[in-house]
């Protein structure tokens, strides 16, 4: 639920109310309502401006999770898969782009521009494996670049993974992690 609340957004409406009050206070005269509206309300209103412009939104499912597969990621899903679920699915503040860090370590962002933007996830069942899919808008690196890379990505993301990319139309590359059974 938090994860889905903007603190740049919080940060604004809570500072916009007390420098509106405090200008309230201004004008009738009431000194310590002045103070406690400029002293928080303007400071509070900038700082909600300043992460309102590092803001990076979270990534949306493009198809709700079924129940199925929800009871697969509980009992196959690796640690790495659900901290990049909970990553990327929430707020960031300061970041270029979802997963940039990560992309860069593999090889996969040699410039900002070049960079693959992650447009959304899903989780599906892929022959009685949990899977995470992630789908880039990646207009500027080819699909053989993303298979050449295709071993590295499933040693980056940990063990118990295996990574598989798949082009789509319109630029769109999609990367499952999909959960390897224990040997």
């Not at 597969?69 to 196959?76: D, H, I, K, N, T």
């Not at 050449?148 to 590359?173: C, H, S």
Request: no cysteine.
């Amino acid at each position: 639920m938090l994860r889905k609340i903007s603190l740049a957004s919080l940060a604004l409406v809570v500072g916009g109310i007390l420098a509106v009050v405090g200008f309230y206070a201004y004008f009738t005269d009431q000194a310590t309502l002045n103070l406690a509206g400029f002293f928080y309300g303007i400071p509070l209103l900038l700082g909600g401006l300043a992460l309102k412009a590092a803001e990076l939104e979270p990534v949306e499912f493009t198809e709700p999770t079924s129940p199925e597969v929800l009871l697969l990621r509980e009992s196959q899903a690796t640690d790495t898969q659900n901290q990049v679920r909970k990553d990327i699915t929430r707020f960031r503040y300061g970041q270029p782009a979802h997963l940039d860090d990560a992309l860069e370590r593999l090889g996969m962002a040699p410039t900002d521009e070049e960079r693959p933007l992650l447009q959304s996830l899903r989780e599906v069942d892929i022959d009685g494996a949990y899977a995470l899919i992630l789908e880039f808008y990646s207009p500027l690196l080819s699909i053989e670049l993303w298979e050449e890379k295709q071993e590295k990505i499933a040693k980056f993301f940990g063990p118990g993974l295996d990574a598989k990319v798949t082009q789509k139309p319109d630029d769109k590359i999609e990367l499952a992690l999909i959960t390897t059974p224990k040997a």
